[in-house]
């Protein structure tokens, strides 16, 4: 796995040899049926959608918003406020609008989505609004996929269903998805994180039962980060799930070490590619799935 980059990058094999054994620890969580895709925007990115940042700099120009102020917040981050200046403005319902006209179309299924959906048949999560992960999933059988999102996000899975949980909503009723700073705030908790609440419920049940594997996630300091370190803090320093997320590696090993200490501190163990190389992720999906069928096992089976 991009043994000449990282060796060429960061001076020697040592990131290279972090590299095989953080692969072989997930490949054994997913021979055992625990592992659970997170899947965030990067993924649609592929499928032909915006990233949401690009997205929100469209809605702001749609909005009236200067520019230089819109890219000053989603520079810092403040992502959430950018939604809740536009409905300020009274432009909510362009907003909505908008939002349909952009994630409602079909999206392009990769070679990346394809592998998931051939890697992982029982539960994924995703925070995107689009229905790439769908299409991916819609193999023709009537009925095969059970969707939870916002409405019923406290229901059991269906084993007999490929489970597709949408935590912040679906494009198909764009007015209930979670968007701005006061939906965020319903829904996980005004000024302190609650718990309790059905989603970080839910993101706390898999963190805890579920080997969590982020593919086209940021993992910034957002509200879903938030809820891991809580949960983390909570378990304190005993055996947990490990977690993992494919990563993008950065410039320098400065970098990278500083990266790599900040995951692992949400309890998320990252596998590096090249950085920008985001085609490295199906590449290494499809090593997960000739790994399996080398050791006698069929991927996509459910969880025990």
């Given at each position: 796995?991009?043994?000449?980059?990282?060796?060429?990058?960061?001076?020697?094999?040592?990131?290279?040899?972090?590299?095989?054994?953080?692969?072989?620890?997930?490949?054994?969580?997913?021979?055992?049926?625990?592992?659970?895709?997170?899947?965030?925007?990067?993924?649609?990115?592929?499928?032909?959608?915006?990233?949401?940042?690009?997205?929100?700099?469209?809605?702001?120009?749609?909005?009236?918003?200067?520019?230089?102020?819109?890219?000053?917040?989603?520079?810092?981050?403040?992502?959430?406020?950018?939604i809740e200046e536009?409905?300020?403005?009274?432009?909510?319902?362009?907003?909505?609008?908008?939002?349909?006209?952009?994630?409602?179309?079909?999206?392009?299924?990769?070679?990346?989505?394809?592998?998931?959906?051939?890697?992982?048949?029982?539960?994924?999560?995703?925070t995107n609004y689009?229905?790439?992960?769908?299409?991916?999933?819609?193999?023709?059988?009537?009925?095969?996929?059970?969707?939870?999102?916002?409405?019923?996000?406290?229901?059991?899975?269906?084993?007999?269903?490929?489970?597709?949980?949408?935590?912040?909503?679906?494009?198909?009723?764009?007015?209930?998805?979670?968007?701005?700073?006061?939906?965020?705030?319903?829904?996980?908790?005004?000024?302190?994180?609650?718990?309790?609440?059905?989603?970080?419920?839910?993101?706390?049940?898999?963190?805890?039962?579920?080997?969590?594997?982020?593919?086209?996630?940021?993992?910034?300091?957002?509200?879903?980060?938030?809820?891991?370190?809580?949960?983390?803090?909570?378990?304190?320093?005993?055996?947990?799930?490990?977690?993992?997320?494919?990563?993008?590696?950065?410039?320098?090993?400065?970098?990278?070490?500083?990266?790599?200490?900040?995951?692992?501190?949400?309890?998320?163990?990252?596998?590096?590619?090249?950085?920008?190389?985001?085609?490295?992720?199906?590449?290494?999906?499809?090593?997960?799935?000739?790994?399996?069928?080398?050791?006698?096992?069929?991927?996509?089976?459910?969880?025990?």
């Amino acid at each position: 796995m991009c043994a000449d980059y990282i060796k060429e990058h960061f001076t020697d094999d040592h990131w290279f040899q972090r590299n095989e054994e953080r692969f072989e620890q997930l490949e054994k969580c997913i021979i055992e049926r625990n592992v659970v895709p997170f899947v965030g925007a990067g993924i649609s990115v592929e499928g032909g959608f915006p990233t949401w940042k690009e997205h929100l700099k469209q809605q702001g120009r749609t909005s009236g918003l200067g520019a230089t102020h819109i890219d000053s917040l989603l520079n810092s981050g403040q992502y959430e406020e950018v939604i809740e200046e536009i409905e300020k403005k009274g432009y909510r319902d362009a907003f909505i609008q908008e939002i349909k006209d952009v994630f409602s179309k079909t999206g392009k299924l990769t070679e990346t989505i394809l592998r998931l959906a051939e890697l992982f048949t029982d539960t994924i999560i995703t925070t995107n609004y689009d229905h790439l992960i769908e299409q991916a999933y819609d193999t023709g059988v009537e009925n095969n996929i059970q969707l939870i999102d916002i409405a019923n996000i406290s229901d059991l899975p269906d084993q007999n269903k490929t489970t597709v949980v949408k935590l912040h909503g679906d494009i198909r009723i764009p007015a209930q998805c979670i968007l701005g700073k006061n939906q965020y705030d319903d829904a996980y908790g005004k000024g302190t994180l609650d718990l309790t609440k059905p989603i970080p419920k839910l993101l706390s049940f898999h963190y805890r039962t579920s080997n969590l594997l982020f593919i086209g996630c940021s993992l910034n300091h957002d509200r879903t980060m938030q809820v891991f370190q809580a949960i983390k803090k909570e378990i304190g320093d005993v055996d947990r799930p490990p977690h993992f997320s494919l990563e993008s590696a950065p410039d320098t090993e400065e970098e990278l070490s500083k990266r790599n200490a900040y995951l692992l501190s949400f309890g998320i163990t990252p596998i590096w590619f090249p950085k920008g190389s985001y085609d490295y992720i199906e590449q290494i999906l499809r090593l997960a799935i000739n790994e399996l069928r080398y050791r006698g096992y069929e991927p996509g089976g459910k969880r025990k």
